[in-house]
């Protein structure tokens, strides 16, 4: 069964920094892209990014809101992704979702983690 | 970036309904487009992908058609777990855009 766990989530001022992980099992982890997706409260969808896998060069994509400030990163030796956001912004705040991604699209989600920039 | 609209924004629907929400994108995506179903505090869940290909474990009350620009889901039968919101995603070009949603509820 493919399970992702994602944490890290919490409180920050605005301009702070959050690290986001995403323990993944169930799956070879090492196999498919990973994606990262939020959801400001009582809002729609945002798909913030992507890395690819290592035959890929582990390639990043972003989008255009976290670009320069979100880094996405994979440890394929221990099952995780991760999500380093930094100069963040009140409108950063939103569930965040690891999710794995298969046939070009999200595939299987995580449960999620609350990020609230807030002063 | 590709612009993805959703109609309805919202309908109210019966059990045994057949219900369809349509997508449109801003610019043809040939097929690369999925439908995910959203409960309250939960997690997304991709119903469909690849604009027809129903994902593994889905009812087949599910179903989606299109290409290029227009593109369906249809609920042949609604059901009560299926009063959701459901979006579109394109991923044709990055970034990946999603519709806003369509929220299915209760008649």
């Known amino acids: 069964e493919v399970r992702l766990v994602e944490s890290g989530g919490g409180l920050v001022q605005p301009g702070g920094s959050l690290r986001l992980s995403c323990a993944a099992s169930?799956?070879?982890?090492?196999?498919?892209?990973m994606d990262w997706v939020r959801q400001a409260p009582g809002k729609g969808l945002e798909w913030i990014g992507r890395t690819r896998n290592k035959a890929n060069s582990y390639a990043t994509d972003y989008a255009a809101s976290v670009k320069g400030r979100f880094t996405i990163s994979r440890d394929d030796s221990k099952n995780s992704l991760y999500l380093q956001m930094n100069s963040l912004k009140i409108e950063d705040t939103a569930v965040y979702y690891c999710?794995?991604?298969?046939?070009?699209?999200?595939?299987?989600w995580g449960q999620g983690t609350l990020v609230t920039v807030s002063s | 970036d590709i612009q993805m609209t959703q109609s309805p924004s919202s309908l109210s629907a019966s059990v045994g309904d057949r219900v369809t929400i349509t997508c449109r994108a801003s610019q043809g995506i040939t097929n690369d487009l999925g439908w995910y179903q959203q409960k309250p505090g939960k997690a997304p869940k991709r119903l469909i992908y690849a604009a027809s290909s129903l994902q593994s474990g889905v009812p087949s009350r599910f179903s989606g058609s299109g290409s290029g620009t227009e593109f369906t889901l249809t609920i042949s039968s609604l059901q009560p777990e299926d009063f959701a919101t459901y979006y579109c995603?394109?991923?044709?070009?990055?970034?990946?855009?999603f519709g806003p949603g369509t929220k299915v509820d209760i008649k």
């Open positions: 169930g799956f070879t982890f090492s196999d498919p892209y």
């Open positions: 995603l394109q991923h044709s070009s990055y970034p990946g855009t």
């Open positions: 999710a794995k991604d298969w046939n070009g699209s999200p595939e299987y």
